[in-house]
């Protein structure tokens, strides 16, 4: 009986020996198993053949597990993901059948070895990284469309989904997704940037709803407007170059009423490209309208604002200096009241006085800088100072105003002009500037021998007291009128003009006139020399004579010849409108040379003069 059981062990150690050697070594069959565990637990001790170690059901257990888990992703993966990881793991041959012996023992429930699980392990890596660099251009594709807030339907995908290939056929994606990808590559820098701006556009437009505007819709308020459109830029325009505006005119009154000065009325009909332009007549000043008694205007600008109106005073340095004086006065019997600073009350104190002026007769621009002027030192003016020592300060600096910006002036410029003026010269001159004047009468006493044309326009005919002037001085001088100037130009060697303002553009404003003088004498080849003081320099800029002038009282033009009157009721006709302009606006391309107390300089230099003169203030 012994012996049996021993031969019978030997038979089932020489077949579980062979079984091993037809596997080659590398997995035992499951008859062997059975045999090993047998003879393992016979004999109490743990055997190791061949390499193969122990087995052990916890790793196999959650080898299982793993393998179980993968199978199920595969099998819910898109385009038929499990069929095509089987097809890699039988058809793709490796090296020494190494993934033929892992699938056997896969699909026999058998235990793997060391080699065979990091195998897998690798396997699992590559295919983990070949999915992640396939998802990558989906989720790139996704990123680019999230921003676009036009889009209604969302574009996700399922977790357990993943992007396929470029090869294989794609699953139930959106067609926005689908087509994404293909189109990428096609896009431009141009393209791109055309997208940035329609998405900025559109969240503009949704800014815009939000705001408050209903009327604007988001497609419509695609469309750039440009900014005027959006954002309109208005522009103060003075008042006195409203006149056609009825609001403008009402706040006028308003103002004029809360000073206590009369609105002046505009006297018969316009030209229609001036009719933003004030336009009154001499025969109803505005003095007329004032009840001296309860006025608040003093005696010495009611009496200054007649003279201006009647044109009495005329002239820009007149003017000027005109004002200067009656603000002096003005000065000299003010009284601080109780409970005030003098130089806050005096400030107050002149704007009424400004406002009756500038109806009597728009103010010119050297004017405009005198008051600057005057408002500035009243501001300068310490609280501590007393008010009779304040008043003698502000009157002193009157009076250096005038001497050096205008007196002062006048001497310098007519020593740069003079070194202009050669002997044998016919100098041409037009209307009564003071300033030439005063140049031609220093030139002839310096002994220089010269001969002046003094030119004329209607109808103020303002050369005739130049004319008077200059041959009360003893020198030649020839009068003719604007009309014959073509024919008197070619015997002309210089033209002397003077100037109401210098703009900020090197434009001259001047007497009505001045411009075509310019012109003509730009025909021929004549230099022409504009004298005028800095004070008369203006930051306003101008090109042409519409927009702001001045509008002189058109009953001069009538003429009374024989006892007859040409035009003596043209305000009762309604079709007829008259002109009588007061200045002009000559460009720089006409002028040579400006001669100015600081020197020679060109017309392009005034933003310079500006500039210096602000900087010193």
């Not at 998802?135 to 999230?146: A, F, G, R």
């Not at 959106?174 to 990808?181: I, K, N, T, V, W």
Request: hydrophobic residues 30%; positive net charge.
């Amino acid at each position: 009986m012994p012996d049996h059981t021993e031969g019978a062990r030997g038979a089932g150690e020489a077949q579980a020996s062979k079984g091993h050697q037809q596997v080659g070594g590398r997995y035992r069959g499951g008859y062997a198993q059975s045999v090993e565990k047998a003879r393992t637990h016979s004999t109490g001790q743990d055997t190791q053949e061949d390499g193969i170690p122990e087995e052990r059901e916890g790793e196999d257990r959650t080898y299982r597990r793993m393998v179980s888990q993968r199978r199920g992703k595969e099998r819910t993966g898109a385009g038929g993901r499990e069929a095509e990881a089987q097809g890699l793991e039988n058809s793709v041959p490796e090296k020494d059948g190494k993934t033929n012996d892992v699938s056997r023992a896969k699909t026999e429930g058998r235990e793997l070895t060391k080699e065979e699980k990091q195998r897998l392990r690798k396997e699992k890596k590559q295919k983990k990284n070949k999915e992640k660099e396939e998802d990558k251009p989906s989720l790139e594709t996704e990123k680019e469309k999230k921003p676009q807030p036009l889009t209604t339907q969302p574009t996700t995908q399922p977790t357990s989904q993943k992007a396929p290939p470029s090869g294989s056929a794609p699953g139930p994606v959106p067609a926005l997704e689908a087509s994404a990808p293909a189109d990428k590559p096609a896009k431009s820098k141009s393209e791109l940037k055309a997208e940035r701006r329609a998405r900025q556009e559109a969240d503009r437009a949704l800014k815009q709803v939000k705001k408050g505007e209903p009327g604007q819709s988001a497609t419509t308020s695609k469309a750039k407007a440009p900014p005027s459109d959006l954002q309109p830029v208005v522009k103060r325009l003075p008042e006195h170059i409203q006149a056609d505006n009825p609001e403008v005119v009402k706040k006028l009154a308003k103002k004029l009423e809360r000073q206590q000065i009369p609105l002046r009325s505009d006297y018969g009909s316009k030209v229609s490209l001036f009719s933003h332009l004030h336009q009154y007549s001499r025969k109803a000043p505005l003095t007329q309208l004032l009840s001296i008694p309860s006025s608040v205007i003093h005696p010495s600008i009611v009496r200054l604002g007649l003279q201006y109106s009647q044109g009495i005073v005329a002239g820009s340095n007149a003017r000027s200096v005109a004002l200067l004086h009656a603000f002096k006065q003005v000065i000299r019997d003010y009284s601080t009241p109780p409970n005030e600073e003098l130089s806050r009350d005096l400030v107050n104190k002149l704007k009424p006085y400004i406002s009756f002026l500038n109806q009597c007769r728009p103010l010119s621009a050297s004017m405009g800088n005198a008051i600057k002027y005057i408002k500035k030192e009243i501001s300068n003016i310490p609280s501590q100072c007393k008010e009779e020592e304040a008043k003698s300060k502000l009157q002193n600096c009157i009076d250096r105003y005038i001497d050096e910006k205008i007196l002062l002036a006048a001497k310098a410029i007519s020593k740069y002009a003079i070194e202009k003026i050669s002997d044998g010269d016919v100098i041409l001159v037009y209307g009564c500037s003071s300033l030439v004047n005063h140049i031609l009468c220093e030139a002839f006493e310096k002994g220089r021998t010269f001969r002046v044309i003094v030119v004329d326009s209607r109808p103020r005919l303002e050369g005739r007291e130049a004319l008077r002037r200059l041959v009360q001085k003893g020198i030649r001088c020839t009068y003719v009128l604007i009309s014959t100037l073509s024919y008197i130009l070619p015997e002309v060697s210089k033209v002397f003009l003077g100037a109401h303002a210098l703009l900020a553009n090197g434009y001259v404003m001047s007497r009505v006139g001045t411009s075509q003088i310019a012109l003509v004498a730009k025909a021929f080849n004549v230099p022409v020399l504009v004298c005028c003081e800095t004070y008369k320099f203006c930051e306003r800029v101008q090109t042409d004579s519409f927009v702001s002038n001045e509008l002189d009282d058109p009953d001069d033009l009538m003429v009374t010849r024989k006892g007859k009157t040409q035009l003596e009721h043209w305000q009762h006709v309604q079709c007829l409108g008259l002109l009588n302009l007061v200045y002009d606006v000559t460009p720089p391309d006409f002028v040579d040379l400006v001669i100015t107390d600081l020197g020679m300089i060109p017309c392009t230099s005034v933003p310079v003069v500006l500039r210096v003169k602000n900087v010193d203030q």
